[in-house]
């Protein structure tokens, strides 16, 4: 079993409990150099609000500094800017899901920075 599919084995059960919630679900997926983040519609089926480092406007706020999407002030923007669509779409609980990845570093950054931004987990 290769580490991507010991991730996807661990995300599993998350997956499966979060469903059964019926609630929404921020969704987090992170490489190397880029972070992703999405919240999905209760049915599971939707994408309400997505942010990531790819985007333009998350480029430009990151221009000048170092490791500019692979670092915690990125997991940090992106954390904030998928909240402020989650609210503005009138998403304010959500179930985290970390999909497999640790709770630590850039997704922990992420989870607090979506907090502080108002999302209710």
């Known amino acids: 079993m290769d580490k991507t599919q010991s991730r996807l084995r661990r995300a599993r059960q998350t997956h499966i409990k979060i469903s059964r919630l019926q609630i929404a679900r921020l969704a987090v997926h992170r490489t190397n150099q880029h972070i992703y983040a999405q919240v999905f519609s209760p049915c599971g089926t ?5 942010a990531s480092t790819v985007e333009s406007e998350a480029r430009r706020q990151l221009d000048g500094k170092s490791g500019k999407g692979g670092n915690i002030a990125a997991a940090q923007l992106i954390g904030k800017r998928v909240a402020e ?3 503005a779409a009138g998403i304010e609980f959500v179930a985290f899901d970390r999909s497999g990845f640790r709770y630590h570093g850039r997704v922990k950054a992420l989870a607090d ?6 999302l209710k987990f």
């Open 46 to 50: 939707k994408v309400v609000a997505g």
């Open 113 to 118: 920075a979506a907090r502080e931004a108002g």
């Open 85 to 87: 669509k989650a609210k």
